[in-house]
């Protein structure tokens, strides 16, 4: 067991050591510490009450100043503090949506590569359907019917963006597959479930982890344009703020922090996990690491 450690602490160590040399990558993660934390202290200082209408106690469209920093929304509420209690809405959407889309694709892309019959067959012309369908307006559909809550947002956008996922899954795992040890595997009587589990998910595994990180970055730009658009959890988030500052004419009464503060968040987080997630395929993927060298 202690080699077996050991080992690890090594392969972690090189892996630490590699990314280190992608510069934006870590930018990217210092950025994705910062705001994970912030996101779960909040409840430690600030409670969702600070998003409550009545609890709006500031002038009413006030510029940033030293009381409030952010400035404050049309019922006088502090930017700073919506904020940073709506990340953890547009967090918490993010990650698990990523996560049912991942859970969703992997499955599907496996299925698919390793089963050449009709099974695989079907996986595809099903993943086909799905790709041309444009995501956005299914995502939206499906949150309108199921009703605006956390859990429909999240399983709105995992149902609708799985596609590019089992398509990547699939390509890697018939590169995979076509390995001689796979034919020696089967010949000695591996069957289904050990050549998936036992091969081929963890070969695809650092390539799932990569394009996990960018999917998160691509379901909060998801999350936040459905709330621009109407279709919320019904909770603060950093969407939801922009649809406000819309509705409320933020623009046209030079409100320019009621849009601006939100819309950097969404960005700067969105950006954190994109270079993250490029930097992470770089170090994993040893193709995209011998070009780089």
């Not at 699939?170 to 595997?185: D, F, G, H, K």
Request: proline share 4%; with cysteine.
């Amino acid at each position: 067991m202690s080699v077996t450690w050991t080992r690890r602490r090594m392969a972690l160590g090189r892996f630490w050591d590699t990314f280190r040399g992608q510069r934006p990558g870590v930018i990217g993660l210092g950025i994705l510490v910062f705001a994970v934390a912030a996101a779960l202290v909040a409840p430690l200082f600030i409670d969702e009450s600070v998003t409550g209408v009545v609890r709006g106690t500031g002038p009413v469209m006030a510029p940033p100043s030293w009381g409030y920093p952010f400035g404050t929304d049309e019922s006088g509420r502090s930017i700073l503090l919506m904020v940073w209690w709506g990340s953890r809405t547009s967090l918490l959407i993010g990650f698990l949506a990523a996560l049912v889309s991942m859970l969703i694709g992997t499955v599907l892309g496996i299925a698919a590569g390793h089963f050449r019959g009709w099974i695989g067959a079907v996986i595809l012309r099903v993943t086909d359907w799905f790709l041309v369908l444009p995501s956005l307006i299914t995502a939206l559909v499906l949150a309108a019917i199921l009703g605006g809550s956390t859990f429909t947002i999240i399983m709105a956008i995992g149902i609708t963006t799985w596609p590019t996922t089992a398509r990547l899954i699939r390509a890697q795992t018939l590169a995979v597959e076509a390995r001689p040890y796979i034919e020696r595997s089967k010949a000695l009587g591996a069957g289904h479930w050990h050549v998936t589990t036992r091969h081929v998910l963890p070969n695809v595994a650092p390539l799932l982890l990569a394009s996990t990180t960018l999917e998160v970055a691509s379901a909060m730009v998801t999350e936040s344009t459905l709330a621009f658009l109407g279709v919320s959890a019904n909770k603060t988030s950093w969407g939801t703020m922009l649809r406000g500052s819309y509705d409320w004419g933020a623009a046209n009464n030079g409100a320019w922090w009621y849009i601006l503060i939100p819309g950097l968040c969404i960005v700067a987080v969105v950006m954190a996990f994109t270079l993250f997630g490029r930097a992470l395929e770089a170090v994993l993927n040893p193709r995209l690491r011998k070009a780089g060298a």
